[in-house]
T-cell receptor
Framework: EPEVTQTPSHQVTQMGQEVILRCVPI?????FYWYRQILGQKVEFLVS????????KSEIFDDQFSVERPDGSNFTLKIRSTKLEDSAMYFC???????????FGPGTRLTVT | SQQGEEDPQALSIQEGENATMNCSYK?????LQWYRQNSGRGLVHLIL?????REKHSGRLRVTLDTSKKSSSLLITASRAADTASYFC??????????????FGTGTRLTIIP
């Protein structure tokens, strides 16, 4: 069964550094998402992406964040200047047209020190 | 309370017993989904119920939806040790399937005691 994959599984970075989290969505899916989960808290929506542009973003997704689909398979989340509070698990998800269910990736644990 | 709150926050039962988790939400929804998350791992989609449905089954899972009470329940029958995980409900208020955000609840941590 096709799955969403994410790399790396764990990223440690220093405050102020840029990080890029990578995702490979399920191949025939058209909609892509990033969510995050701070340890012990609920999963929060960050951004949705369709047809090479952002469809919707939350208030968390400020100017420090950006997303890109650089080629036909990858979907990336960039944090330009990381803060301590960006430490969280970041989940990529994708979905196809006509279905509300998501395939979620295993997550990237980002630790900002 | 916030959109998508589960109760109880934690539940421990003996293997073989049934587990029931509840989710309440505040705004109108198009569908409600349940996900499982094993510790430190990703989210696994379990089941989706649309706003015009009242009950749905999938294997040992039974989901109900009461839109008048803005609540849903997830029942896992004949629980197994492998069911130990956190369970989240997630709501969508859009009928634009495939292109809408999910709002997740706070989750129920289920522990099955062998």
């Amino acid at each position: 069964e096709p799955e969403v994959t994410q790399t790396p599984s764990h990223q440690v970075t220093q405050m102020g550094q840029e990080v890029i989290l990578r995702c490979v969505p399920i191949s025939n899916h058209l909609y892509f998402y990033w969510y995050r989960q701070i340890l012990g808290q609920k999963v929060e929506f960050l951004v949705s992406f369709y047809n090479n542009e952002i469809s919707e973003k939350s208030e968390i997704f400020d100017d420090q964040f950006s997303v890109e689909r650089p080629d036909g398979s990858n979907f990336t989340l960039k944090i330009r200047s990381t803060k301590l509070e960006d430490s969280a698990m970041y989940f990529c998800a994708s979905s196809g047209p006509g279905t509300a269910t998501r395939g979620f990736g295993p997550g990237t644990r980002l630790t900002v020190t | 309370s916030q959109q998508g709150e589960e109760d109880p926050q934690a539940l421990s039962i003996q293997e073989g017993e049934n587990a029931t988790m509840n989710c309440s939400y505040k705004t109108s929804i198009n569908n409600l989904q349940w996900y499982r998350q094993n510790s430190g791992r990703g989210l696994v989609h379990l089941i989706l119920i649309r706003s015009n449905e009242r009950e749905k089954h999938s294997g040992r899972l039974r989901v109900t939806l009461d839109t008048s009470k803005k609540s849903s329940s997830l029942l896992i029958t004949a629980s197994r040790a492998a069911d130990t995980a956190s369970y989240f409900c997630a709501t969508s208020d859009s009928s634009n399937f495939g292109n809408e955000k999910l709002t997740f609840g706070t989750g129920t941590r289920l522990t099955i005691i062998p």
